[in-house]
């Protein structure tokens, strides 16, 4: 008897654990239901691809179209969102940015690349579009698209930039828009395109080197993206081993003459394809042991400095399309050495009032104000 009665509150026992576990997990869904739980939004890989062929006013480029057309294909195929646009006019090319910037959230990894025409004026880079006509050189600001604007737009959209060119590095106003090459120059020999810092989380890669032209290349494709083409599938490469393996393909194929170039400032370790690698926790088997624990482990990032030896750009120059202007010298016509964007870091070594002499973490030097 004394058995049963053990058995029955056995019973009563297990049936009230029962109850209230139930009882628990339906609250649980009622307080989750109301507090509406949602899972964190995985980041996108978005990409705005451009190739302008057909121009009005400047040598027409075979090639730049095919280079959009293809690259936005292959970067489809590496799941990336892709917004392609060949042969835009200004107007068009303004419209599709600014709708692809506003889609971008700040764990985006966003890549643009362009190819076609470009030029510097002043010290700041414009792209062109196929309705440009430039007769002076302030006809740039109205009748081009300017790329610090763009860059300007991404930075504020998210943490990540990729920035590709594959243009010109040259002023076209020397011979009057008249070229008798196909080269990615608008115009004869003379600068470049200036150099741009737009602060950290950016990667901005040029075709070629400073003070030359971007061939259009006699088959498909330009010779810089056949090689990019080529390797930007290859896994486990992040961006600038990409970059490396891209430069050497160019400098054979031009005999040297063509040198592929980047400035970086990223800090997550981006690649072209794959996940983005940040700093996180993972397993890591005990010497010796049958058990694992979890131990810190600190992404591969690009070397920092301690905080106290660098300053940041904040104050912006509101006549250089939102980015503060790099001058060789103190004064507001002194040249142009480049353009640095927000959270740019560098170091400053001296003052002339309210100019500032600094030095980037390339190690390229000048004059900013304030």
Not at 47 to 53: D, E, K, M, Q, T
Not at 66 to 78: I, W, Y
Not at 245 to 262: C, L, N, S
Request: proline share 5%; charged share 20%.
């Amino acid at each position: 008897m004394a058995w049963c009665y053990e058995m029955r509150a056995y019973v009563i026992g297990v049936t009230m654990f029962r109850l209230i576990l139930r009882s628990t997990w339906a609250l649980f869904w009622v307080v989750a239901a109301s507090v509406g739980v949602v899972e964190p939004a995985q980041a996108a890989r978005k990409a705005f691809v451009v190739g302008n062929s057909a121009y009005s006013a400047a040598p027409p480029l075979p090639n730049s179209a095919n280079d959009a057309r293809d690259l936005a294909a292959r970067l489809t195929g590496l799941g990336y969102q892709v917004t392609t646009g060949v042969d835009l006019t200004r107007v068009e090319f303004l419209r599709r940015f600014q709708a692809f910037a506003q889609s971008l959230s700040q764990e985006d990894v966003a890549l643009l690349f362009y190819a076609g025409h470009a030029l510097q004026v002043g010290g700041e880079n414009y792209l062109f579009p196929i309705d440009a006509r430039v007769e002076k050189e302030a006809d740039a600001r109205t009748n081009l698209v300017p790329l610090n604007a763009l860059l300007a737009d991404l930075s504020r959209s998210t943490r990540n930039r990729l920035v590709i060119l594959d243009a010109c590095r040259n002023n076209p106003f020397e011979d009057a828009l008249a070229n008798a090459q196909a080269t990615r120059s608008a115009g004869g020999a003379s600068r470049g395109l200036a150099r741009v810092y737009a602060g950290v989380g950016s990667f901005i890669a040029y075709s070629t080197q400073p003070g030359n032209v971007a061939l259009d290349g006699t088959g498909r494709n330009s010779p810089f993206t056949t090689a990019l083409l080529k390797h930007i599938t290859e896994p486990g490469l992040d961006v600038h081993a990409v970059m490396r393996r891209v430069r050497g393909d160019v400098q054979r194929v031009t005999a040297e003459q063509q040198v592929p170039w980047e400035n970086s400032s990223l800090v997550d370790e981006v690649a072209f394809s794959g996940a983005v690698v940040s700093p996180t926790v993972a397993p890591v088997a005990a010497s010796g042991a049958g058990t694992s624990k979890m131990v810190s482990v600190e992404a591969k990032r690009m070397p920092t400095a301690p905080a106290e030896q660098f300053s940041y750009v904040s104050g912006l120059d509101p006549k250089g399309d939102n980015f503060l202007t790099l001058r060789a010298g103190t004064g507001a016509d002194a040249a142009r050495i480049a353009t640095m964007g927000p959270d740019t870091p560098l170091k400053v070594v001296g003052s002339s009032g309210a100019w500032k002499n600094v030095v980037l973490r390339d190690g390229t030097r000048g004059w900013a104000h304030g």
